[in-house]
Structures are given as C-alpha cells and as structure tokens.
Nanobody, 122 residues
C-alpha cells in the first residue's frame, strides 16, 4: 500500500503556472501508475493525467494537453504536475491516486491523497 500527499496548490492569475507535487511513502512507489484528478464544486471528479511506473509513458485529458505535463522522480517518490497557461476553469481540488494502468476511470484508482486546492482568477 502507498500513501500519497499532494502539495503545491494555491491562487494564481489566469495565464500563470503552478507545479503540484504528489509525495508517496512506502517502498512500492515505483510499482504504481500515478494519476492526477480534479474536482470542481458541484462537478464530478475529472481525470487530468497519468504516468506509468517508470515514467516513460503518460496519458492526459484533452482539456489539458499542451498546458499540463506530468512527470515523476522515483528516487524522490514524487510525481509532479506542471500546469501552465492556467484558466479559470482549471479551478478545482486536485488529487493524486495510485492506479492499475494508464486509464482515466477514477473508480480503478486507490490510495487517494487529501487533495490540494488550485484557484485560478480571471
């Protein structure tokens, strides 16, 4: 089992950037696909991006392609989400979780972190 903790959220103006971190405890971090999801008030949880165990493959939602980049450093037990060109519609609580493969179905993920708030002002 892996425990995940998100950090790096905050308030940023539209067009700005943030880098989120998902830090893991446990020895099995490199054995897990890690995904990022987000949930805005009144909306369902939405897939953002996922990265393979080695970091060699990624999968992202169309809504963030070209703006968000997912990466990982297994030596540091951390996955990152670099978010550029942020838009007000990116405002949400962002979560990371461990998954079985590069899939966008949140029901297949577990070990969810507590989330970090991202707010983009217009």
């Amino acid at each position: 089992q892996v425990q995940l903790v998100e950090s790096g959220g905050g308030l940023v103006q539209a067009g700005g950037s943030l880098r989120l971190s998902c830090a893991a405890s446990g020895r099995t971090f490199s054995s897990h696909v890690i995904g990022w999801f987000r949930q805005a008030p009144g909306k369902e949880r939405e897939f953002v991006a996922a990265i393979s165990k080695s970091g060699g493959s990624t999968y992202g939602a169309d809504s963030v392609k070209g703006r968000f980049t997912i990466s990982r450093d297994n030596a540091k037990n951390t996955v990152y989400l670099q978010m550029n060109s942020l838009k007000p519609e990116d405002t949400a609580v962002y979560y990371c979780a461990a998954g079985p493969a590069l899939v966008d179905n949140s029901r297949l993920y577990n070990s969810w972190g507590q989330g970090t708030q991202v707010t983009v002002s217009s």
